[in-house]
């Protein structure tokens, strides 16, 4: 289930295989659930006393819990968060339970009260909105459970302890300032933004990355909007009607996109080559193999590697002192959340393009050289020297 697992796949059998990985993600999930109920139900977790004494009562170790959003908007939180999250938390001596809450609010509320019902000192939410994000995490507090947001932002709660993630207007810009390029000295070319789930705070904050970069250009005449449409979710499907209905109206002229992330730029790509249009610039982010394939074979023109290793392991740090009950000892900047300033932890991004693909194997959260190039492109990795 790994990414070393792959091979070189068509988008199709990509698609079977993660709807494939859903199901045997919700059955898992569904199996810790029952498991974890029986252990409460019998009671025999000792460890559910208030959530301020720190430590795990009685020699059990304190227990931590990751609240993963869904499988299918990025195949990043299966394939590279859960393992390098459990991982890590293990690592540092707390019991971790991560369940997934595949897109649907209220599973991710159930999932957040079963997690306190066993016991866990440390909430690690990804949240699917803010609204029920903080929901989650107002309950969370009323229990004395701690509450670090992972990615993405909650709004408007001052009930979360943490936020870890990366500079996400920096990913936008790396995302604009990438498109360009890619366009080179195309003036007036005809660019289309496929922008992210507008319920997700990174998606307004890529948003405003990439504006400002084009927004400038379209000022000028540089550029040209021809489209502007936000998927939500993140939903791949959706993403591809969408993006159809781009074409249709733009009369198949657009000669760049934006899109917010690796999925969405298959999208994109996919609804080109049904019309068996020439390639274009097209952006990304995830660094998934998809997406670097699509940069090898030439679809697709950039993507933003953010080194998720680094998230999961300052995310898991904080998880792992708060469980103790220790106070953490990392420096922090204070993001405000429209109700209070959350410390923060923000990593770095970084853009890939055909030209340093090769500059992050052998990191654990980055696509494997054996995978990228097996099959059908071993010619085109030969020719960028990979
Ligand atoms: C994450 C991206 C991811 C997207 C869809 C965002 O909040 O930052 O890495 O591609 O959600 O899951």
Known sequence: MSRSNKTNRTPKEEERDVSRRTSLWALAAAGVLALSGGVAACGGDDDDSGGSSGGGGGGSKPKVAVLLPDSKSSVRWETVDRPLLQKALETGGVDATITNAEGDKSTQQQQAEQAITNGAKVILLVNLDSGSGAAIAANAKSQGVKVIDYDRLTLDTDAQDYYVSFDNEEVGKLQGQGLVDCLGNKKGARIAELNGSPTDNNATLFKNGYDSVLDPLYKS??????????????????????????????????????????????????????????????????????????????????????????????????????????????????????????????????????????????????????????????????????
């Open 221 to 386: 005449g540089d550029l040209v909007k021809v489209d502007d449409q936000s998927v939500p979710d993140w939903d791949n499907q959706k993403a591809l009607t969408i993006f159809e209905q781009i074409l249709q109206k733009a009369d198949n002229k657009v000669d760049g996109v934006l899109a917010a992330n690796d999925g969405l730029g298959n999208a994109a790509i996919s609804a080109l080559k049904q019309r068996k249009l020439p390639q274009i610039p097209v952006t990304g982010q995830d660094a998934t193999l998809e997406g670097i394939q699509n940069i090898v074979n030439g679809d697709q023109c950039m993507t933003v590697y953010k080194a998720i290793q680094k998230e999961a392991d300052a995310a898991a740090g904080l998880a792992v002192s708060l469980a103790k009950g220790e106070t953490p000892s990392v420096d922090t900047v204070p993001i405000d959340n429209g109700k209070h300033k959350v410390p923060s932890v923000l990593e770095k991004p970084v853009p890939v393009t055909k030209d340093n693909i090769s500059q992050y194997f052998g990191n654990p959260d980055y696509p494997k050289k054996e995978d990228i190039c097996a099959g059908k492109l071993k010619a085109k990795c030969d020719a960028l020297g990979l």
